[in-house]
């Protein structure tokens, strides 16, 4: 029991988390929604980073002859 | 008439049975030795019935396994009837995040326009669909306006023909489905707007169709007006080889063999077909790596709550 009261107060990542976000269920909710609202601009923005680089070259704006009229046939 | 195929279908078959068989006799040989001798005569039927139910349900299991395996081969394709097996190419929007080849897509269209247009509809295409993917918006108007279409009743209630717009549908070859049989000895050319799709491993098949005209093998005589191709189921297609090198002549210089026209033809289609692949692809990546954090917090979110009923422990104090 004493170790284990003595391993908690120096805490641990998980205790840590838990100290600051889920003593209170309104910080938990707040940080919630918060949260999911960052984290999307977050991923899309690493998402579409990583689109770019595997897809280099493959786009419509890379089209060499975008523009010019297509020729009469 | 002992085919290979007819072999595994027997040997698939055998294998089933035996082990069927092994299941039903085996809780007879197992259980009741067993148990009888330990186990009160009121209590066997009850307490054997779940042993011999656990071992039936894994010689079941067994014998379900191996029968689907020896029955697996039965899922072979015969040549003759689903035509030469295709190989797989590596498509460049092949691959979790890989996007279309966007300046293919446009030469495939092109590819479209002055070698498959003339038999082939694509109905379901419109040219507004064109725009922000091969081309800008003022290339696509002109290339609509190139083509007459026939409008509604005007005032006078008479139809008439204007030039075409960026909401109308790609043109159609032949009015109807007969015009167009007459037309090609009686063979309808498919519709190609989902045709990649409507093939088993279309966008290869495809491919491999284009590109797979050849002499037929000794012996394989093909009638007139039918041509050779092995990966057509039958063998007998009545589209003549529409792709010869130097058949089109690429905007961007692209020397245009019968390879290059092929890969860019069925680039096109699978477009066409799917245009929402790359917007599909984001969203399952995204998705999917989210609900995987999601995950992680649940599964943590629920030991948490559980840990109180997991870490307790129940005394029994018994005064005799």
């Known amino acids: 029991m004493d170790s284990a009261t003595r391993r908690r107060s120096q805490g641990g990542l998980f205790e840590g988390l838990y100290r600051v976000i889920m003593r209170r269920n309104s910080v938990y909710v707040t940080f919630v929604i918060a949260g999911a609202f960052l984290g999307e601009r977050a991923v899309d923005y690493g998402v579409h980073r990583i689109w770019e680089y595997n897809n280099v070259g493959k786009r419509y704006e890379d089209i060499p002859v975008l523009g010019q009229r297509q020729s009469e046939e | 008439m002992f085919t290979g195929l007819g072999h595994k279908i027997r040997s698939g078959y055998e294998k089933l049975s035996f082990l069927s068989r092994l299941a039903r006799q085996s809780h007879h040989a197992k259980a009741l030795p067993a148990l009888s001798s330990q186990i009160m005569e009121q209590d066997r039927d009850r307490l054997g019935s779940a042993y011999t139910n656990s071992v039936r349900c894994f010689a079941l299991f067994g014998a379900g396994v191996s029968g689907l395996l020896g029955c697996a081969t039965i899922a072979y394709s015969d040549e003759a009837e689903h035509g030469l097996a295709v190989p797989n190419y590596p498509w460049p929007h092949e691959g979790i995040l890989s996007s279309y080849d966007h300046a293919s897509i446009r030469r495939g269209h092109q590819v479209y326009q002055q070698v498959c247009a003339s038999c082939h509809s694509m109905s379901l295409i419109s040219f507004r669909d064109l725009v922000g993917v091969a081309y800008t918006e003022e290339e696509t108007k002109a290339m609509a306006a190139e083509i007459e279409v026939v409008d509604g009743p005007n005032d006078e209630g008479e139809m008439f023909t204007r030039p075409g717009k960026l909401s109308d549908r790609f043109p159609q070859p032949y009015e109807n489905e007969q015009a167009a049989r007459f037309a090609n000895g009686g063979a309808y050319p498919p519709d190609l707007s989902l045709i990649t799709k409507a093939r088993h491993n279309g966008q290869n098949y495809v491919f491999g169709l284009l590109t797979g005209y050849r002499d037929p093998p000794a012996g394989v005589s093909i009638r007139e007006g039918l041509h050779y191709n092995p990966y057509f189921p039958g063998g007998a297609i009545a589209m003549p080889k529409m792709l010869n090198d130097g058949a089109v002549e690429y905007e961007d210089g692209t020397p245009a063999t019968e390879a290059q026209m092929g890969k860019d033809v069925v680039t096109f ?25 999601a995950l992680l917090q649940a599964g943590y979110y629920r030991r948490l709550k559980w840990s109180i009923f997991k870490s307790r422990k129940l005394v029994l104090d018994v005064v005799n």
């Open chain 2, 269 to 293: 289609l699978a477009w066409a077909a799917e245009p929402e692949m790359e917007e599909r692809k984001l969203m399952g990546f995204k998705w999917i790596f989210v609900l995987s954090l």
